[in-house]
């Protein structure tokens, strides 16, 4: 395991892994604990609407990857021409590589149906399991666990594979693994689809600035 980080670190080393996976699976003792720092996220009213279901199966891991792979190649159809020739080399995914899919899921119903600080902003119980990702990134990086989320699938075919009941979500595919390093530069502005914006951009004094 790396030497455990400060948090100001972890944020910096964070990556969305895709290549760099060993191979092997994460170890249950610390897949827990990353999954118990997910859990300790903030949540509006407490409602803690979120669950972690742990996909191993070979045969259920490759299904989705297979899924996967037909919709990056509807996206990538559907690019100009330039566009195109910079995502073909981008690698957006790492099911198999990782061994160990963590779908989050949500639970809108969670908490009842008055939840405190939920009035009048609904949208803070799905930003609520969004934080339980966040935890989830920055803890396994501090243990030098790579973390990818795929994004390219349809719900209702997540849904189905994992056996969602009614009334629960999925939110991410997070692909979760041991990684031979990560990398000094995220994949995105490594191959030129898109550079980071700097922080003077981003920050508003007073009233937003255009």
Known sequence: MLAQPGIYDVIR???DVRAEFTGELVDDQT???ILDAAHRAPSVGNSQPWDFVVVRDRGRLARFATHVARK???FRD????????????IKIEGIIESGTG?????????????????ATVPET??????????????????EGVGVGW?????????????????GIRPVAWLCVGPVHEFQQTPDLERFGWRARRPLAEAVHWERFRR
Request: charged fraction near 20%.
């Open 78 to 89: 559907a690019l100009p021409p330039e566009r195109a020739r910079v995502f073909d080399p």
């Open 102 to 118: 963590v779908v989050v899921t949500h639970d809108d119903g969670r908490g009842g149906p008055q939840v405190l600080g939920r």
């Open 72 to 74: 990056r190649t509807k």
């Open 31 to 33: 897949l827990l604990r």
């Open 13 to 15: 080393q964070r990556r």
């Open 150 to 166: 795929v994004s390219f699938y349809d719900g209702p075919f997540l849904t189905d594979l994992i056996e969602l009941p009614p």
């Open 125 to 142: 119980g799905l930003y609520s399991t969004i934080l339980a990702i966040q935890n989830l990134w920055l803890a396994a990086t501090a």
